[in-house]
């Protein structure tokens, strides 16, 4: 499948090193906007959306995490960027391992956040996809999905930060969702992560029931001299539950040797 052109926005320091950002199944860009309040400060931040998502395109599916790869190299050649820093989140995190092992010159450093290279059982994702497509909305799996984004205590005790969750959780076109999905049903990148060189950070959360510790574990150790970082609160979507965290771990990562 041909790439499609993503839809990208930038911030912080414009002749700093260039950090991308790519966003986790059923969000936009904004569920960065809390780390960002860190990682703005030090580097060029682009955050984009994936296609099917936010104001990318809504191509047909089914997709593959090579295609979503294929999307962010072309925004890279779009903006002339040889090289740069990623940092993803679950499904941004697949896209990020895909893009450091199939085209390990343009990533320099690598972070993956409660995500996995190998997510079954298949039939489940495609259930859901199904699920989305007969029923024209995410709303049909919102509730189920949101239960596993955060912690009861976080949710109780942040209500505008999930409702706002839910809310683009709900917004997030059908087709691009149900797509996406069909992606991580079919993605297995357990041989591929061994072949990345790319310097290595992969934080997961002790409380994440969508992708459990054991799979940023197998992440860690297939990927040479991987740092591997299990924040002991947080559930899937840590990257705003505990979003100081993840950003100072993602800023010393960055760091490290400069």
């Given at each position: 499948?041909?790439?499609?052109?993503l839809?990208?926005?930038q911030?912080?320091?414009?002749e700093?090193?260039?950090?991308?950002?790519?966003?986790?199944?059923?969000?936009?860009?904004?569920?960065w906007?809390?780390?960002?309040a860190?990682?703005?400060l030090?580097?060029?931040?682009i955050?984009?959306?994936?296609?099917?998502?936010?104001?990318?395109?809504?191509?047909?599916?089914?997709?593959?995490?090579?295609?979503?790869?294929?999307?962010?190299?072309?925004l890279?050649?779009?903006?002339?960027?040889?090289r740069?820093?990623?940092?993803?989140?679950?499904?941004?995190?697949?896209?990020?391992l895909?893009l450091?092992?199939?085209?390990?010159?343009?990533?320099?450093?690598?972070?993956?956040?409660?995500?996995?290279?190998?997510?079954?059982?298949?039939e489940?994702?495609?259930?859901?996809?199904?699920?989305?497509r007969?029923?024209?909305?995410?709303?049909?799996?919102?509730?189920?999905?949101?239960?596993?984004?955060?912690?009861?205590?976080?949710?109780?005790?942040?209500?505008?930060?999930?409702?706002a969750?839910g809310?683009?959780?709900?917004a997030?076109?059908?087709?691009g969702y149900?797509?996406?999905?069909?992606?991580?049903?079919?993605?297995?990148?357990?041989?591929?992560?061994?072949?990345?060189?790319?310097p290595?950070?992969?934080?997961?959360?002790?409380?994440?029931?969508?992708?459990?510790?054991?799979?940023?574990?197998?992440?860690?150790?297939?990927?040479?001299g991987?740092?591997?970082?299990?924040?002991?609160?947080?559930?899937?979507?840590?990257?705003?539950?505990r979003?100081?965290?993840?950003?100072?771990?993602?800023?010393?990562h960055?760091?490290?040797?400069?």
């Open positions: 499948m041909s790439a499609f052109e839809h990208f926005e911030y912080g320091v414009p700093a090193p260039v950090l991308l950002l790519g966003s986790l199944l059923g969000t936009t860009l904004e569920m906007t809390a780390a960002r860190t990682l703005d030090r580097h060029r931040v955050a984009f959306d994936h296609r099917g998502h936010g104001r990318s395109p809504v191509p047909d599916g089914p997709y593959t995490i090579g295609d979503l790869g294929g999307d962010v190299l072309a890279l050649d779009r903006l002339g960027l040889e740069v820093s990623y940092s993803g989140a679950s499904l941004g995190g697949m896209v990020g895909w450091a092992a199939h085209a390990p010159e343009r990533i320099d450093r690598l972070v993956c956040v409660c995500s996995s290279a190998h997510l079954p059982p298949a489940g994702w495609t259930q859901r996809a199904a699920s989305v007969a029923a024209g909305s995410v709303a049909a799996v919102a509730d189920a999905v949101l239960a596993r984004w955060f912690t009861p205590r976080y949710a109780q005790s942040h209500p505008e930060v999930t409702d969750a809310a683009m959780l709900r997030a076109p059908p087709e149900a797509a996406c999905c069909e992606a991580i049903g079919v993605m297995d990148l357990r041989d591929d992560v061994v072949a990345i060189a790319a290595t950070l992969v934080i997961g959360a002790a409380e994440d029931s969508s992708t459990a510790p054991e799979h940023s574990r197998a992440i860690a150790s297939a990927i040479a991987a740092r591997l970082e299990i924040l002991a609160q947080g559930a899937h979507l840590a990257a705003i539950e979003a100081d965290e993840v950003a100072a771990l993602i800023e010393e960055l760091a490290v040797g400069r």
